[in-house]
């Protein structure tokens, strides 16, 4: 079974986790069996209302979270805290995205104490990782983590994996062809182990 921790809206395929970043996705990522409604990075409190409307329908909630090369951190703070009492209190799984805010992001998990979590397209350091593992998260490695310094050792923890494409051919092809590198550098059927991590949550 290969499933994609991370996808968009593209074809309809029950092998892809899909999120969104935005509630305007909403009506179109319906039709997905795994979905997850979010609002990054410039979501507004108004969005609020929706995503706890999908929370309590079955819906996770993402993508959230920080993103430095947007501005008005205060505010996507202030949004990111809100989005993720809402997956707490539906025990839903809250999808991180994080861009150069991974300290931030990993204080502001514990303060809401928030322990299911995927931090997805994971590039951040292996300290981090051990830390988003503890708290009871995932990390999430899409082909752009083999860019990462901390590659080498992140690939020696429990992770998923995604591509954050489109779902669809050339999406599933990419997911391939990451599964197989990293089964053949790890020796472990990656792509059947992320599936029963996830699975568990989903
Ligand atoms: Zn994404």
């Known amino acids: 079974m290969l499933f994609d921790a991370h996808a968009h809206i593209g074809s309809i395929t029950d092998s892809a986790f899909i999120a969104t970043a935005s509630t305007a996705e909403m009506e179109s990522a319906s039709c997905y069996i795994y979905k997850a409604l979010g609002i990054i990075p410039e979501g507004t409190e108004r969005e609020l209302d929706k995503l706890e409307r999908a929370a309590k329908c079955g819906w996770h909630i ?26 707490k209190r539906y025990g839903r799984i809250a999808v991180i995205h994080t861009v ?40 999430s490695l899409s082909p752009r983590a083999e860019a990462a310094k901390s ?31 990293l089964s053949k550098r790890t020796g472990i059927d990656i792509g059947e182990r992320s599936w029963k991590m996830l699975r568990e949550v989903l």
């Open 151 to 181: 590659f080498d050792k992140l690939i020696a923890l429990p992770f998923l994996i995604e591509t954050d494409m489109k779902a669809g051919k050339e999406e599933m092809d990419v997911l391939s062809s990451w599964n197989e590198r």
């Open 100 to 139: 150069r805010a991974y300290g931030r992001t990993l204080d502001i998990l514990k303060e809401e104490g928030v322990d299911k979590f995927i931090m997805h397209g994971f590039t951040g350091s292996y300290e981090t990782a051990l830390e988003a593992i503890r708290l009871g998260g995932m990390i």
């Open 62 to 87: 993402g993508e959230i979270g920080l993103d430095k090369r947007f501005p008005d951190i205060p505010g996507q703070e202030a949004i990111f805290r809100a989005s993720l009492q809402i997956a």
